[in-house]
């Protein structure tokens, strides 16, 4: 039984930095890739960032390209995202998911249980 825990949400202004974690139950998860997605009040949950365990391959939704970096740290099984430049539509519940898919049909298998993030205007 797998485990994904999120965390580094909170309360930043429009133009801030936030880092958000993802601690994995181990290498159980190298077999698949992993990534982040969030779900705003109202609407549907949406992909935001996916990367690979073994060559850190990356890919973003165009909404959050060059302003979010996902990164892992394979020797902690761990996986981060920093979001720069914060806007108050970035506002949502964000969740790390690990799933055997790619980019935004990564297809989760596992997820966390979210971490919010707000930004004010």
């Known amino acids: 039984q797998g485990q994904l825990v999120d965390s580094g949400g909170g309360l930043v202004q429009a133009g801030g930095s936030l880092r958000l974690s993802c601690a994995t139950s181990?290498?159980?998860?190298?077999?698949?890739?992993m990534g982040w997605f969030r779900q705003a009040p109202g609407k549907e949950r949406e992909f935001v960032s996916a990367?690979?365990?073994?060559?850190?391959?990356?890919y973003y939704a165009d909404s959050v390209k060059g302003r979010f970096t996902i990164s892992r740290d394979n020797a902690k099984n761990a996986v981060y995202l920093q979001m720069n430049s914060l806007k108050p539509e970035d506002t949502a519940v964000y969740y790390c998911?690990?799933?055997?898919?790619?980019?935004?049909?990564?297809?989760?298998?596992?997820w966390g249980k979210g971490t919010l993030v707000t930004v004010s205007s």
């Open positions: 998911a690990a799933g055997a898919g790619w980019g935004k049909d990564l297809n989760p298998r596992y």
């Open positions: 181990g290498r159980t998860f190298r077999m698949y890739n």
């Open positions: 990367i690979t365990w073994s060559t850190g391959i990356t």
